[in-house]
């Protein structure tokens, strides 16, 4: 999770200057802002606590949609550009986002084919 974090994070600097941000100045920022935009869904991993798949599937989409509304408000601020262009650059943000989550389930299903999976055992 925290790899995808960082990649998020080098993703938001690496976009900066074609939205028109200053990103030169705090090179850490769009760590930063990636870091502050997952908090809710990390946070959110309390509710597996209590194992019922609805209530989990409900709590995490809130925790995205959270999530989500942080990075576009938190976008002008931190990266200092105006809110026009936030809306552009969020949604790209959300579609790499979603690249390295897909990313991440696919990696972990080629391990889990090449033997490191978890071994379920009748009992």
């Known amino acids: 999770m925290l ?10 600097n690496w976009m900066a200057k074609t939205y028109g941000a200053k990103e ?4 850490s920022n769009g760590i930063a802002l990636a870091a502050y935009s997952c908090t809710p ?6 509710a ?8 989990n599937a409900i ?5 995205a949609c959270y999530g989500a509304w942080l990075m576009f408000d938190g976008l ?17 943000l ?12 696919v990696g972990s299903v080629l391990l889990w084919n090449l033997g490191v999976g978890p071994v379920f055992i009748s009992g």
């Open 76 to 92: 002008p601020i931190v990266m200092g550009i105006e809110k026009d262009r936030a809306v552009m650059y969020a949604g790209a």
């Open 48 to 55: 597996l606590l209590y194992p019922v798949p609805w209530f």
């Open 94 to 105: 959300l579609t790499v986002a979603l690249v390295i989550l897909v990313s991440t389930r």
């Open 59 to 63: 709590v995490f989409l809130v925790a």
């Open 41 to 46: 869904l990390f946070l959110a991993g309390f």
């Open 24 to 27: 030169e100045h705090v090179p």
């Open 3 to 12: 790899v995808g974090v960082f990649a998020l994070g080098y993703a938001i």
